[in-house]
């Protein structure tokens, strides 16, 4: 089973339907709610219930030569399954970087902001 965030600190649980097979961490969007961010807390077939987490900070993984600044906004590569910092096709919006995401890490901390 793979694990893609670990929450650092949560909230704003909610039990939705997985839009997709997700695995535990997984960030994902419902249909319908374009803005709002979840990160799941367990692996889920599409349509299976899952509780997913919209706000709360989350250890994600990101490229080692990936830097930024507190407090810029984090985009998620579906594809890559990495935390980014431009965006583009196949890239979400996440939330925000808490603390400086430094050169050669391989994680970040994110605050996603329920929005």
């Known amino acids: 089973m793979s694990i893609l965030a670990r ?3 949560d909230h ?3 039990k939705v ?4 097979a997700l695995v535990s961490g997984q960030p994902f969007a419902i249909s319908g709610y374009p803005t709002l ?3 799941a807390m367990a692996p889920a077939t ?3 219930p899952v509780t997913g987490h919209s706000t709360g900070t989350f250890e994600f993984p990101k490229a080692s030569a990936t830097t ?3 407090g810029a906004t984090a985009y998620w590569h ?3 399954k990495l935390v980014v910092t431009s965006s583009g096709a196949g890239i979400i919006t996440l939330g925000k970087f808490r603390g400086a995401a430094a050169n050669n890490s391989t994680t970040c901390a994110v605050e996603l902001n329920g929005a």
């Open 78 to 80: 579906e594809a890559n």
């Open 12 to 14: 704003g649980e909610h």
């Open 17 to 20: 339907l997985a839009p997709s």
């Open 68 to 70: 930024a600044a507190s």
């Open 46 to 48: 599409a349509g299976e």
């Open 7 to 9: 929450p650092i600190s």
């Open 37 to 39: 961010r979840y990160s």
